[in-house]
Structures are given as structure tokens and as C-alpha cells.
């Protein structure tokens, strides 16, 4: 992923947002205060009485402290753990830079991706582990969760609640599990291809003017894609979707084709309606096969391929597949 591109995953607000792409993070001023915007934050009562606590808000405070003690033994010394719910953030750097990161990072892409797509806030814990670089990375996921992860960027563990993140990839690792966790409260049995598509369209991506919402990019998958329709590795449309899942021998394939499908939505203003359209009938349509076709206007998955293949075709020669 490229450097230009990260930078433009962070950076929302209209201060910001211009162009200018590197790899650090934005400072969104009212990044802290925008976080509990929903109604999760204390409660005024409609008298000039003292506030009144939401209960449920109080029981997920509890459970964040409870969360937090739990994880402290488990990273290298020093290390430092806070807390700003439904998130206790972790990592081998100092309080100070957790709480940046929260502000400047997590904060701007809650709410952009509760805006496009997320009704339901987490109700539990959700502990996000940052370490500065691949070693600690590897040594802090096989000390929390086994040894033999293949992977050095990241990882969500739905059983737990648990992200952790090699910050040395990059912000768009964060963008990609934040949206796994995100969405695995909001849509339980959301099918893995879209929810892998989902989250790997915003490793690269921007924010709206008014830092509201977010957008993919193109990326460096499209070089997986283009090698699959080169080498016939690419299945249909009707079975990624109807079949639900990853291939273990062509994943990198499959993670492809699921984010452009994605990206192939979004351009048609499409992609926040069929999340929330499939959400809601999954119990009827639990491919989201019908939800396609219905918001597509078109018949057939085999219609909607042929046109799909034809935008990533013209994506290609236009020199943005990234």
C-alpha cells in the first residue's frame, strides 16, 4: 500500500483533506468529543437535576476496566494500557500516544464507518493491542493467542474481542480489523467474503470533506485480481457470493474479487444500501443474492459479473487499479 494513500485513510476533516498524503495521522480536534455523538455518552435529564448515568453505559465501563486488567499482564514491561469505551487500547508506547491514537485515529473511523454503514455500537469490550513493529507484533500474538499466525500485519479474534496490530504496516491494517469489529456486532452472520471485501477496501481509502464518511480506494490487490482472470482463478460472482467463503489455495484471489465487488458498489452509490438491505433480510436472503439484483436493477449474478468484469477491465486501462 502506498505511503500517499494511507494518509488519506486518516484524514477527514475539511482542515485536512486536500491532497496532501503521508503517513501519519490527522489531529482531529474534536475527535474525542464526536466519539459518543449517539446517545452513549452520560445522559442529561430533561430537569437541572445531576446527570443520570445510562446503566448499560455504566456496565461497559466495568467490563472495560475488567478488560484492561486482564490484558496488562500479558504485554512486555513497559507498556501502558487506558481506557475510552468500548475500546481498552494496549501497546508497548506510552499513555499519551494511546490516547492520540484513539483521538486522531479510532475516533475519525467509528464514526465514518458507523455513517456508512454501522447501526449497533459495540455493547462489550473491544481491546485494540498496538505494538511499533514486527518483532513485537509476532512475539505479543503468539503470547496472547498461540504461536503460527501467518500473518505480519494484523488480526481480529472474534472470540475475544481482541485486535492486534503490527502499527508499522500502517493505519489501513487498523481501518481493515476495526471494520471486522465493527461489523461482526452490527451483522453477526455477515458471510465472510463480504465482510473480507468490506474490510479490505478501507486498507486504502479517504474520508468525505466533513470527515463523515469513508471511501475505498483503488489498490495493490487489483494485481491479484488481474492475475486471476489472467490464469482462470477468478470464480464467478454467483459462487463467491452463494458459496459465502474464502478458498484456502486462492485466497489472496478471492480477497480481491470481494473488495472490487465492494469498490464496483461504492462507485454506484450502492454498496452502505446493500450492507444494510442484506443485514436486514439475511433470514430471506441469506446470500444477498436477491439484494443485489433488487438495488442493482438486474435479473442474473451473471449479468451483474459481465458487468462488473467490464469496469475492472476499464479500471485497468484508465490505470487505476492501483
Given at each position: 500500500?502506498s505511503?500517499?494513500?494511507?494518509?488519506?485513510?486518516?484524514?477527514?476533516?475539511?482542515l485536512?483533506v486536500?491532497?496532501?498524503y503521508?503517513?501519519?495521522?490527522?489531529?482531529?480536534?474534536?475527535?474525542?468529543d464526536?466519539?459518543?455523538?449517539?446517545?452513549s455518552?452520560?445522559r442529561?435529564t430533561?430537569?437541572?437535576?445531576p446527570?443520570?448515568?445510562?446503566p448499560?453505559?455504566?456496565?461497559?465501563e466495568?467490563a472495560?476496566?475488567?478488560?484492561a486488567a486482564?490484558?496488562r499482564?500479558?504485554l512486555?514491561a513497559?507498556a501502558?494500557?487506558?481506557?475510552?469505551?468500548?475500546?481498552?487500547l494496549a501497546?508497548d508506547?506510552?499513555e499519551?500516544?494511546?490516547?492520540?491514537?484513539?483521538?486522531q485515529?479510532i475516533?475519525p473511523?467509528?464514526r465514518?464507518?458507523?455513517?456508512?454503514?454501522?447501526?449497533?455500537p459495540?455493547?462489550?469490550p473491544?481491546?485494540?493491542?498496538m505494538?511499533?513493529?514486527?518483532?513485537?507484533?509476532?512475539?505479543h500474538a503468539?503470547?496472547?493467542?498461540?504461536?503460527?499466525?501467518?500473518?505480519?500485519a494484523?488480526?481480529?479474534l472474534?472470540?475475544?474481542?481482541?485486535?492486534?496490530l503490527?502499527?508499522?504496516?500502517?493505519?489501513?491494517?487498523?481501518?481493515?480489523e476495526?471494520?471486522?469489529?465493527l461489523a461482526?456486532f452490527?451483522?453477526?452472520?455477515?458471510?465472510?467474503w463480504?465482510d473480507?471485501?468490506?474490510?479490505s477496501?478501507?486498507?486504502?481509502?479517504?474520508f468525505?470533506?466533513?470527515?463523515?464518511?469513508?471511501?475505498g480506494?483503488p489498490?495493490?490487490?487489483?494485481?491479484?485480481?488481474?492475475?486471476?482472470?489472467r490464469e482462470?482463478?477468478?470464480?464467478?460472482?454467483e459462487?463467491?457470493?452463494?458459496h459465502g467463503t474464502l478458498?484456502?489455495r486462492?485466497?489472496?484471489i478471492d480477497?480481491?474479487h470481494a473488495?472490487?465487488?465492494?469498490?464496483?458498489?461504492?462507485?454506484?452509490?450502492?454498496l452502505?444500501a446493500?450492507?444494510?438491505k442484506?443485514?436486514t433480510?439475511?433470514?430471506?436472503?441469506?446470500t444477498?443474492?436477491?439484494?443485489?439484483r433488487?438495488?442493482?436493477?438486474i435479473d442474473?449474478l451473471?449479468?451483474?459479473?459481465?458487468r462488473?468484469?467490464?469496469?475492472?477491465?476499464?479500471?485497468s486501462?484508465?490505470g487505476l487499479?492501483?
Amino acid at each position: 500500500m502506498s505511503a500517499a494513500r494511507l494518509f488519506l485513510l486518516i484524514a477527514g476533516p475539511p482542515l485536512i483533506v486536500g491532497g496532501l498524503y503521508a503517513l501519519t495521522e490527522p489531529d482531529f480536534a474534536d475527535g474525542a468529543d464526536a466519539a459518543h455523538d449517539d446517545g452513549s455518552r452520560v445522559r442529561e435529564t430533561a430537569s437541572d437535576g445531576p446527570p443520570v448515568k445510562d446503566p448499560a453505559r455504566g456496565a461497559l465501563e466495568i467490563a472495560c476496566a475488567a478488560a484492561a486488567a486482564r490484558i496488562r499482564p500479558l504485554l512486555d514491561a513497559p507498556a501502558a494500557v487506558i481506557v475510552r469505551p468500548p475500546y481498552v487500547l494496549a501497546g508497548d508506547m506510552g499513555e499519551a500516544e494511546l490516547a492520540r491514537r484513539h483521538d486522531q485515529v479510532i475516533v475519525p473511523l467509528e464514526r465514518a464507518l458507523r455513517t456508512s454503514y454501522f447501526d449497533h455500537p459495540p455493547p462489550r469490550p473491544v481491546t485494540i493491542v498496538m505494538l511499533r513493529d514486527e518483532a513485537s507484533f509476532r512475539r505479543h500474538a503468539a503470547r496472547l493467542d498461540g504461536p503460527g499466525r501467518n500473518c505480519y500485519a494484523g488480526y481480529y479474534l472474534q472470540g475475544e474481542d481482541r485486535i492486534v496490530l503490527n502499527l508499522a504496516t500502517g493505519n489501513g491494517t487498523l481501518a481493515h480489523e476495526l471494520t471486522h469489529a465493527l461489523a461482526h456486532f452490527d451483522f453477526p452472520r455477515i458471510p465472510e467474503w463480504f465482510d473480507e471485501g468490506l474490510a479490505s477496501l478501507h486498507e486504502e481509502s479517504e474520508f468525505s470533506a466533513d470527515g463523515r464518511d469513508i471511501s475505498g480506494l483503488p489498490n495493490w490487490r487489483s494485481r491479484h485480481l488481474a492475475l486471476g482472470y489472467r490464469e482462470g482463478t477468478v470464480r464467478s460472482l454467483e459462487a463467491l457470493v452463494r458459496h459465502g467463503t474464502l478458498r484456502p489455495r486462492h485466497e489472496a484471489i478471492d480477497y480481491a474479487h470481494a473488495r472490487y465487488f465492494c469498490l464496483y458498489l461504492q462507485e454506484r452509490r450502492l454498496l452502505g444500501a446493500f450492507y444494510r438491505k442484506f443485514r436486514t433480510t439475511h433470514a430471506a436472503d441469506p446470500t444477498g443474492d436477491r439484494a443485489l439484483r433488487e438495488l442493482l436493477e438486474i435479473d442474473s449474478l451473471d449479468e451483474i459479473e459481465t458487468r462488473f468484469r467490464r469496469w475492472v477491465d476499464a479500471q485497468s486501462e484508465r490505470g487505476l487499479a492501483g
